[in-house]
């Protein structure tokens, strides 16, 4: 990864933060793109690098994207990897009462924004000639689950939009995969965990072990390293996958 520029989005979250740390151990510079920017802050400060560059940007708004993508090349020439990351979980609301607005707001993030990002990516790596693409699905892009309609469209939603772009992209070697992770311990997780049992959040957090073959959640690190792969030349003929980081809850 010497002299790799790569690209995160949502890079201030538990998943986005451990890719960096991956990455930046490798020795490839990295660019932070997520909307919170004290955690921006606190992200480089706790990954302790000065290979970071930070960017505050809205995923949803195309501005912003082309704004990241822009600012990216200007400071570093290229980009090589983009992890197109960033997400929410959204209600935990049937369909029948869940609000247009809601149900716009996990799409607008999780698929408007994953769209973007690669339309605006894909057209410099064409320029390059190369590049790599992981965008993050979920387990939830396979199954449906009720009460979280919006998360489950917009994850299904990312697994055809990394297909699709796999096979757009590949005459320009560029190539796009996912990751489809689940039940992985960070901030995200911990909000499914409240929403599911407000006054007892360890309950859901074992019921939800429960439900894992391997009894226990991931990390985000256990993320980080199929990301870095996927990412890497020794996934060279890899395009168009969806790996699962779900301790056999796929196989199940
Ligand atoms: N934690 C889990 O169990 C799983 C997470 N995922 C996916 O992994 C990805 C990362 O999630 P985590 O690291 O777990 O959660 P997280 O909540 O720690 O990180 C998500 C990051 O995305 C940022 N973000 C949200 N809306 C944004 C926007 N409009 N523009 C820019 N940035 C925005 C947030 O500020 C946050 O830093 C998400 O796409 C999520 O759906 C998928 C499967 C399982
Ligand atoms: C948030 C998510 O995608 C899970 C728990 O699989």
Redesign the pocket.
Known sequence: MQNKVVLI??????????AAKEFLDNGASVVL????ED?LNAAKENLGSDNIHLIT?????EE?VERYVQETVEKYEKIDIFFN?????GPFTPIKDLEKKQFDLVM???TT?VFLGMKHVIRQMEKQGYGSIVN?????AYIGSAGMPA?IAS?HAVAGLTKTAALEAAESQIRVNA???????????K??QNNLSPDAPEQSGEAIKAGIPFGR??T?EE?AKVVYFLASDNASFVTGSLYNVDGGMQAD
């Open positions: 989005t949502g890079g201030a979250g538990g998943i986005g933060q451990a793109v997520d909307l919170n955690a940007a809205d995923v949803t708004n912003d990351n960033a997400g929410i979980n607008a993030i999780n924004g993050t699905a979920s387990n939830a998360y994850k990751v489809a992770p689940a039940a992985i311990d960070t901030n995200m997780l909000d499914i959640f991931g985000p993320v």
